[in-house]
């Protein structure tokens, strides 16, 4: 049964303080030496996607108004459960928790990226995508759209952080991802079509053929794109045509178009 909070300093919630407060958050979620970080899990497809794919949930804080949704979710039996009203809910968590229910688990280990890649024909490649919502729409799309695996390199944002999680509606626990290096990362491509997308690409996306080599794709930051490192490492730079005056899509877009015609 839920334990039902009364008082937001209750230290049992102590993992749900201020989660919007990112400097802090970082505090609270990063790996340390006898942890291997934590992320939080926003709203009821977020959890429910998450518990499906087993990922290690340490507890749940719930609106007392919807607390019975819970017994629809398989997997949450079991876990920590605590339930308080809106104003209480607030004060724990800072801001109007509407969507009526957050979870907090354990970071997974994820696959180092040679075997990541070995294992993947369809991958996608990310390179400077910073921001957490182009992030998780990123790894949404790869999972909706065939991807094997996503590796993100070492300049690119953090797929924990609740943002990315909640944009990606829980993607980041349906797919294998890992983080890597470009540099590390072209020593295990040697057996994929490597594609760059990029707006002044040479080849259209709609001209490239079918290849029976697994397909890597390479996304940069919208802004800067991929940089000449990443271009370096593929066969093709591909382009999507536009139409009248605009010159590209969002990032996102941009990747699940061509995910949707390679993958």
């Known amino acids: 049964m ?35 970080g934590r ?6 497809v977020v959890l429910e996607r998450a518990l499906a794919h087993h990922a290690p949930i340490r507890s749940i804080l719930v609106d007392e108004r919807r607390v019975d949704r819970l017994t629809e979710l398989d997997g949450a039996s079991g876990v920590p459960t605590w339930t308080a009203a809106p104003p209480i809910l607030e004060a724990i968590v800072g801001f109007d928790m509407h969507r009526g229910v957050v979870a907090v688990g354990d970071r997974r280990r994820v696959p180092d990226a040679d075997s990541l890649v070995r294992r993947s024909r369809r991958l996608l490649v990310l390179e400077g995508v910073t921001d957490g919502e ?5 790894l949404r799309s790869a999972a909706a759209l065939g991807a094997d695996g996503v590796v993100v390199d070492t300049t690119s944002g953090d797929p924990w952080s609740r943002r990315a999680i909640r944009t990606s509606m829980g993607a980041v626990f349906a797919i294998s991802w890992c983080r890597a290096s470009i540099e590390v990362l072209s020593r295990s491509l040697l057996a994929h079509r490597v594609l760059a997308l990029t707006p002044s690409g040479g080849t259209d ?23 000449r490192l990443a271009l370096d490492q593929a066969e093709v730079q591909v382009r999507i045509g536009m139409h009248a005056s605009m010159d590209s899509l969002n990032v996102a877009a941009a990747a699940s178009v061509a995910m949707w015609k390679l993958f």
């Open 39 to 44: 992320f939080v899990a926003e709203g009821w």
């Open 134 to 138: 182009n992030l998780g729409a990123l």
């Open 205 to 227: 996306l709609a001209d490239i053929e079918p290849d029976s080599r697994p397909c890597a794709l390479l996304v940069g930051a919208e802004g800067p794109g991929l940089t």
């Open 2 to 36: 839920p334990t039902r909070i009364t008082d937001p300093d209750d230290p049992r919630v102590a993992d749900y303080r201020r989660l919007n407060d990112t400097a802090f958050r970082r505090t609270v979620e990063s790996p340390g030496p006898f942890s291997p």
